[in-house]
């Protein structure tokens, strides 16, 4: 059977460079400074202390060096690909976050009195975020694919990753603080589906020890890893609200990352032979905990709750790394090189179920009226309701939401509620009696 092997297409030069010449158009006619960064926005009056630079960039800064340093040693345990995964990582990652940064834009910070994109440190951060969801995907197909096939894949992610974002976060109005479902899960069942088409049988038998590594890589990985073990809390709570909600979604992270990587230990010395421990489970499964808190990583889910996080994602996913992994490329023919299914798909599902948990019990007794904060479209959506104006005479930044109820406020055990309706050969749940109630970590 034939091996192909992948290298370096000479139409990269030209295609990376139409695509920059490109983007500095659309730069030149859309982009445009927001009111912090604009010298004619600022006055006499004007709080420098009240910039977002000051409060935004320490996490952008700590998001830069996940996305560069991070993301790319990370990929750098194949003894044949280590460049590749550095040199590559750093090309894709400096290319899309300027074609983030357009799509976000336009979607989200898009002036349509100007038909401008004003471009604030949040719009950086939120370009980063664009960004890792590319990278999780390169980290599915590292070894198969060439610069140029990564530039195309680059440019058709972020816009489906953009328009996924906008109807989550815009439409249905999801709380994602730390980007499990939306970054991380996105980011790996699109790279896992590419790696399904591009699979190739050559990949495995006479090449299979392209995939080994040797002392010096799994060093230089273990740096990635250490790195993102350190700046993931603030990746998850970069753009969460700030003061509370923030905090909280610092100290879930840092508490969830440390129960991850004891279980990740503990079971990778279980399933391997002579009590050993597996480079690749250190490597990725001790970040799972990370990853998979990130939904509820601003909510009230108690120290113990990102414990419990921590702790089952990180052994789930040593799990997958020993089993799941070469059972997806013997029956499904998806061949995983860095395992992103352990690492951000399966931590991203638990990500997502355990906000829509957090969120179904959240409740002023648990919240007080910062509830309607950590949770906006809890807020009325008439200004003159009772309870829109009690929020009001407590904070003035409160803004008519959505009105949609939180689990306490619905239906009540033993009232009226939703029925069981037979129609013969189907069964209907009745809600006419049920008032509008939502999940708001996640959407159904």
């Given at each position: 059977?034939?091996?192909?092997h992948?290298k370096?297409?000479p ?6 460079l139409?695509f920059e010449?490109?983007i500095?158009?659309l ?7 927001d ?5 004619k ?9 009240k ?5 935004r960039?320490?996490s952008?800064?700590?998001?830069h060096v ?6 790319g040693?990370?990929?750098t345990?194949?003894?044949r ?9 750093f090309?894709?990652?400096?290319f ?18 100007t038909?401008?994109?004003h471009?604030?440190?949040e719009?950086?951060?939120?370009a980063d ?13 590292l070894?198969?694919?060439s610069?140029?096939?990564?530039l195309?894949m ?5 816009v ?11 439409v ?5 603080a730390g980007?499990?479902?939306v970054?991380h899960?996105?980011?790996a069942y699109f ?7 591009m ?6 038998g006479?090449t299979?020890?392209?995939?080994g ?14 790195f993102?073990?350190m700046?993931w ?29 004891v279980?990740t230990?503990a079971?990778?010395?279980l399933?391997c032979r002579e009590?050993?421990?597996d480079?690749v489970h ?7 905990g990370?990853v ?15 414990v419990?996080i921590?702790f089952c ?5 040593t799990?997958g790394f020993?089993?799941?992994?070469p059972?997806?490329a013997?029956k499904?023919k998806?061949?995983d090189?860095?395992?992103v ?8 599902i638990?990500?997502?179920l ?5 969120a ?7 919240y ?24 009001h ?6 803004e008519?939401?959505?009105g949609?109820?939180p689990r306490g ?5 033993g009232s ?7 129609y013969g050969?189907?069964?209907w749940?009745?809600y006419?009696?049920l008032?509008q109630t939502?999940l708001?970590?996640?959407a159904?």
């Amino acid at each position: 059977m034939a091996i192909y092997h992948t290298k370096m297409n000479p139409k990269l030069p030209v295609v990376a460079l139409v695509f920059e010449v490109v983007i500095l158009i659309l730069f030149a006619i859309f982009v445009r400074y927001d009111h912090d960064a604009d010298a004619k926005e600022q006055t006499n009056n004007t709080e420098a202390q009240k910039n977002e630079f000051y409060s935004r960039y320490p996490s952008f800064q700590d998001v830069h060096v996940m996305i560069f340093i991070g993301f790319g040693f990370l990929m750098t345990f194949l003894k044949r690909y280590s460049f590749s995964s550095v040199g590559f990582n750093f090309l894709i990652a400096a290319f899309g976050l300027q074609w983030a940064v357009l799509l976000q834009g336009w979607l989200h910070h898009f002036d349509s009195n100007t038909l401008t994109i004003h471009i604030g440190m949040e719009g950086m951060i939120n370009a980063d975020f664009c960004t890792a969801a590319v990278l999780i995907s390169f980290g599915a197909m590292l070894g198969k694919t060439s610069p140029l096939q990564l530039l195309v894949m680059t440019v058709l992610e972020e816009v489906f990753f953009a328009v996924n974002e906008h109807i989550a976060i815009s439409v249905l109005k999801v709380n994602d603080a730390g980007g499990s479902m939306v970054i991380h899960l996105f980011g790996a069942y699109f790279g896992l589906a590419v790696s399904r088409v591009m699979f190739r049988e050559g990949l495995h038998g006479e090449t299979h020890e392209k995939e080994g590594s040797v002392y010096h890589s799994d060093l230089f990985a273990m740096i990635g890893t250490i790195f993102l073990w350190m700046f993931w809390p603030s990746f998850n709570s970069a753009i969460a609200a700030h003061g509370d909600d923030q905090m909280r979604a610092a100290m879930n992270t840092y508490l969830s990352l440390a129960a991850s990587l004891v279980a990740t230990f503990a079971i990778s010395s279980l399933t391997c032979r002579e009590g050993k421990l597996d480079m690749v489970h250190i490597q990725n499964a001790s970040l799972a905990g990370g990853v998979a808190v990130g939904t509820c990583a601003d909510m009230m889910i108690n120290p113990y709750g990102a414990v419990i996080i921590g702790f089952c994602s990180g052994a789930i996913s040593t799990l997958g790394f020993k089993y799941l992994t070469p059972l997806l490329a013997s029956k499904l023919k998806v061949h995983d090189t860095c395992g992103v299914h352990n690492l951000h798909g399966i931590p991203g599902i638990l990500g997502g179920l355990s906000g829509a948990i957090a969120a179904a019990f959240a409740s002023e007794e648990v919240y007080g009226l910062s509830l309607y904060l950590t949770f906006p479209t809890l807020v009325p959506n008439d200004e003159n309701t009772p309870l829109f104006k009690r929020l009001h005479k407590w904070s003035k930044a409160i803004e008519p939401g959505q009105g949609r109820s939180p689990r306490g406020a619905g239906w009540v055990p033993g009232s009226a509620g939703p029925h069981l309706l037979d129609y013969g050969d189907r069964w209907w749940l009745d809600y006419r009696f049920l008032p509008q109630t939502y999940l708001v970590g996640a959407a159904f």
